[in-house]
């Protein structure tokens, strides 16, 4: 959401629901949210670019962006954003506890074929790689080395550090940061809501990421590691019984011989001594909307019970206050404390911390180790409706250390703007995403040295009288910055990567470290480290080396390394642009920024690149992106070219948040499109104009495009319309890329495909009659809605006529991806594993081993006969499928 090119990543607006394993949202319109629009997300895009261009012309870049560009703004692009990454495994109805975890038990039992995967990813991504500066890249930024999103962290003072990713499990350094193991992937869930070590330094991992985001995953519970230093996780470490799986989990906070865990479905306290008893549901302020309750099932469920925070009074453990509320406001919202009968009521006269369910939204505490000092940030409902510029309502601190106060505000959004912060652009300052970025860390050794993380950053040594910010969004607003690929930075210190998430304080050979976990990985800097006289931290090093990667992937591409040998690997990731690890690369490099969608890369030439941002905004490069900045002074100079199809000025309403792409397998000159139009363009990788598109077939008013695949010009498209569990509706187009000869299958609720989701495509190269079809979201008895069914792969040898599930023995589980081998088997990727089926077999097993149990949300075959991975949360794997060829085992 700020200048960097094509930087914004939209993973926003959500609310978490009882799928175990899946986030599962429902849209504003459900919920009854009403917050305004506060930003131009395509617009937003283009702030980078405008803003290096007004370097060059002496304006504003935030003036030269408020024409826009008549597109939908941030907020409702996050919303949208939100809504279809949840319904496709939601729709047509919200699943209960139990579904994943099914899904996982089963998994244990099933066979594996032979052959191992390798981590393609396992190496440094540098998105400030000089190489890679044309108009799209945010090289130069300042982030440097990035993973994918660290939610949680935690540190001790022997050197150790443990961080948590989004969807990517624990990963522990021995060396205050770098050279990581991964430590949990024995787990069913690898999503982190957060990680805390306890006064015995046994480290806690509750599972389920505490972010309302559109890719946040629940979890199976909490977990604790005895031996952190030496030890793994075990499913077996588990504490307490089921009573937290399907949760996400925001905050874990001790007292004495007791845990306090804030939840999507409440607040839960547990002892740490007798870790096997069940969790007690200490606060829930509507049961109802529980499992099992009278209105579990009503489409507003996952938003009645959201519990953000828990702060204890460090002189009276027995005095509680809690943080409950729905980011997006309701009646419920407030801050409680329990009364002399047991109940727990709303409190007021706290002072100046908001006490008002209008005001109390999202909210983080952060303690003194000495108990003199209680910090809190607030996001308001209220604010968020009213404000177009920040959601945050302020920083506040309770100088008597007691949760009860009284609060004193010390900053707000416009305070924190003066600080040296980077967000100075009307619709988008500091707190836009309070809802969404929220940490606090007090220095243990002085309570009045605190961090705070927002979007970016900030510091106060004073207790919050003054404020720096050590790690500003990005450096391109600032006067040091410098396009010039002989400077990584300019003449600006690298900062962190944007939107902050976890953070801790630990200690490495005696020294003090800061470390926070963002949108881009961990990073860390001295506790009291120097800054430039901009308040800007002098000292930040990233701590991705490669050795940890959590990065999310939603697509992968392949080709030939023309000028260096071996293969090209692109993919579009989850607010870190799209990747590109050429032949002989020992790093990777990022030639697009901002969220990185679904991707077109040439077989035969891996420089021949198509990337989509997000709603159809694709753009194509003829040279990997290779750029020095020149087109920062001469616009001919660039290489990357816009050219997206007309749907994507309509946003959600046009297309997918992640639209699908693809090109023709036997014609790469032959694209298609999908977005409520089916979208060709026969020219290729030589396009250079969205209006080159021509529209072969509109899927009609409130449709639009899932999937799409073409073969021989022959075109299959699955859509939905509405997409989300009120009317949830679901078809699949079939026609030819010239235009004629479209038609819809019949696919009544009633029939062999289920109304769920239809995620992908495979045509048989032999045959295009020949087609296979995915289908997404979970199918037990728990899915409500007509015509669920049961199912998640079929297939049809008439050109979608007749339809046979050929789901067999697999789990029930979301299936993503579907990928036809050259030796004739079948590989299925899903939310769990990749799944195999040989040729004439009826039973599938588990593709090879090694792969982490994480969400694979495409497959592509290489040019190099590999099966490649990508995967929303561990990077991208191949697979050499010619280990598979004539195995009568496999």
């Not at 009291?528 to 701590?543: E, I, R, T, Y």
């Amino acid at each position: 959401m700020m200048p960097q090119r094509h930087r914004r990543r939209f993973i926003t607006c959500t609310v978490v629901a009882a799928a175990f394993g899946l986030v599962s949202t429902q849209s504003f319109a459900a919920s009854g949210d009403t917050r305004p629009r506060p930003w131009n997300a395509r617009h937003q895009a283009d702030i980078g670019r405008q803003h290096i261009k007004a370097l060059h012309s002496g304006k504003s870049a935030f003036a030269a962006s408020e024409k826009g560009d008549g597109g939908s703004d941030e907020a409702e692009n996050s919303a949208e954003g939100t809504a279809q990454y949840t319904e496709a495994r939601t729709a047509p109805g919200i699943v209960a506890p139990g579904a994943y975890g099914a899904a996982w038990a089963q998994l244990q039992s099933m066979q594996h074929t032979g052959g191992d995967w390798n981590h393609v990813t396992k190496k440094p991504y540098n998105s400030d790689d000089p190489r890679y500066r044309d108009i799209n890249s945010n090289s130069s930024g300042g982030s440097g080395n990035v993973t994918g999103r660290i939610t949680g962290i935690a540190a001790d003072d022997q050197g150790y550090v443990y961080a948590g990713g989004a969807n990517g499990g624990v990963f522990r350094s021995k060396t205050g940061g770098g050279n990581w193991q991964p430590i949990a992937d024995k787990l069913p869930s690898l999503s982190t809501g957060t990680l805390a070590l306890d006064g015995s330094k046994r480290l806690w991992y509750a599972t389920g990421e505490s972010n309302t985001g559109a890719t946040s995953y629940v979890g199976t519970g909490v977990y604790v590691l005895p031996d952190p230093q030496h030890g793994q996780f075990q499913p077996g470490g588990r504490v307490g019984g089921a009573e937290l799986e399907s949760t996400t989990i925001h905050a874990l906070r001790f007292a004495g011989t007791t845990v306090w865990a804030a939840t999507s479905r409440g607040v839960w306290s547990h002892s740490t001594t007798i870790l096997s008893s069940p969790w007690k549901l200490e606060f829930a302020p509507n049961p109802d909307y529980l499992p099992g309750g009278s209105k579990a099932s009503d489409p507003s469920a996952p938003y009645k019970n959201i519990a953000n925070d828990i702060a204890v009074d460090p002189k009276d453990p027995s005095k509680v206050l809690l943080a409950v509320g729905w980011r997006g406001g309701d009646t419920y919202n407030g801050l409680y404390s329990k009364q002399s009968d047991g109940s727990w009521k709303t409190v007021s006269g706290l002072g100046d911390l908001p006490t008002n369910s209008g005001d109390v939204g999202n909210v983080t505490f952060g303690a003194a180790a000495d108990g003199s000092r209680l910090y809190a940030i607030d996001q308001s409902p209220a604010q968020m409706a009213s404000n177009p510029d920040s959601g945050l309502k302020g920083v506040y601190v309770s100088k008597s250390g007691s949760p009860f106060g009284p609060w004193t505000l010390i900053a707000d959004y416009t305070k924190l703007k003066a600080s040296g912060s980077a967000l100075q652009g009307a619709g988008y300052m500091p707190g836009i995403q309070s809802w969404y970025n929220q940490f606090l860390q007090v220095d243990p050794n002085n309570a009045d040295h605190v961090y705070l993380g927002l979007e970016e950053v900030f510091e106060t040594k004073n207790g919050g009288t003054s404020w720096i910010t050590p790690g500003p969004y990005w450096n391109f607003p600032f006067p040091c910055w410098s396009i010039d690929p002989a400077k990584q930075t300019g003449d600006c210190s690298p900062t962190t990567h944007s939107d902050q998430h976890a953070v801790a304080i630990g200690s490495y050979r005696g020294k003090s470290y800061a470390f926070v976990g963002n949108d881009g990985g961990i990073y860390r800097r001295p506790l009291n480290g120097a800054v430039d006289s901009g308040g800007h931290a002098k000292d930040w090093q990233s701590l991705n080396d490669g050795t940890i990667d959590t990065l999310q992937y939603y697509s992968v591409g392949i080709g030939k390394d023309l000028t260096y040998g071996g293969v090209s690997v692109t993919g579009g990731l989850q607010d870190n642009g799209q990747s590109i690890l050429r032949g002989r690369d020992k790093v990777t490099g990022s030639n697009f920024g901002g969220d990185g969608g679904d991707t077109i890369t040439d077989p035969a030439n891996g420089c021949n690149i198509a990337n989509e941002y997000v709603y159809l905004d694709m753009w194509v490069t003829q040279n990997c992106g290779v750029n020095n900045g020149s087109w920062a002074t001469d616009p001919t100079k660039a290489t990357e070219y816009e050219v997206a199809p007309p749907d994507k000025d309509l946003g959600g309403a046009g297309a997918r948040f992640i639209a699908p792409i693809t090109s023709d397998a036997k014609d790469t000159n032959t694209w298609v499109a999908g977005g409520r139009h089916v979208w060709v363009q026969n020219k290729g990788f030589a396009i250079r104009s969205g209006a080159e598109w021509k529209s072969a077939y509109d899927l009609g008013d409130g449709h639009v495009a899932t999937a799409v695949a073409s073969s021989g010009s022959t075109v299959y498209v699955g859509w939905c319309g509405p997409c989300d569990s009120k009317g949830f509706s679901r078809g699949i187009a079939v026609g030819n890329a010239d235009g004629t000869g479209w038609h819809q299958l019949n696919l009544p609720v009633d029939g062999t495909i289920p109304n769920r989701y239809i995620s992908g495509f495979e045509v048989d190269p032999a045959n295009a009659q020949h087609v296979y079809v995915a289908v997404n979201g979970f199918s037990r008895k728990w899915t409500e809605g007509p015509g669920a069914g049961i199912g998640h792969i079929f297939e049809s040898k008439n050109g979608g006529t007749d339809w046979t599930d050929i789901s067999a023995n697999l789990p029930d589980v979301p299936a993503n991806t579907v990928k036809l081998l050259p030796n004739g088997g079948l590989a299925l990727g899903t939310d769990l594993a990749v799944f195999y089926r040989p040729t004439g077999a009826s039973q599938w097993k588990v593709l090879g081993n090694e792969l982490p149990t994480t969400a694979v949300i495409q497959l592509k075959l290489g040019p190099d006969n590999n099966l490649y991975a990508a995967t929303h949360g561990r990077g991208i794997w191949s697979f050499d499928v010619r280990r598979l060829k004539g195995r009568t085992n496999d």
